[in-house]
Nanobody
Framework: QVQLVESGGGLVQAGGSLRLSCAAS????????MGWFRQAPGKERDFVAA????????LYADSVKGRFTISRDNAKNTLYLQMNSLKLQDTAVYYC????????????????WGQGTQVTVSS
């Protein structure tokens, strides 16, 4: 099965930017839809963005639309999340996930998950 490893998280001031990466190994992600989710302490895991296998279609949560961009490089077997204009409420652990189904906003639509990377936005 695929192994997903996120990186790029860290501490950033409000208004700043970060780019998260999700490197896949053991299996190609080229033919699978992929997504990013986040989970803040004491809260449920929330949808952030998703992208089709080709990269032609993307979905975003309303809270990040216009600020975050999901992309993928199938040649590198890697998924990205560019996060701009970060806000305090973006603080969470960010997870990438692989789906074997149609593009979905629900965590139940994803089969494999990374271990997460912490993003902390400070004032």
């Amino acid at each position: 099965q695929v192994q997903l490893v996120e990186s790029g998280g860290g501490l950033v001031q409000a208004g700043g930017s970060l780019r998260l990466s999700c490197a896949a190994s053991r299996r190609t992600i080229n033919t699978y839809n992929m997504g990013w989710f986040r989970q803040a302490p004491g809260k449920e895991r929330d949808f952030v963005a998703a992208i089709t296998s080709s990269g032609r279609t993307t979905l975003y949560a309303d809270s990040v639309k216009g600020r975050f961009t999901i992309s993928r490089d199938n040649a590198k077997n890697t998924l990205y999340l560019q996060m701009n204009s970060l806000k305090l409420q973006d603080t969470a652990v960010y997870y990438c996930a692989q789906s074997e189904r149609s593009l979905s906003r629900s965590p139940s639509g994803y089969n494999y998950w990374g271990q997460g990377t912490q993003v902390t936005v400070s004032s």
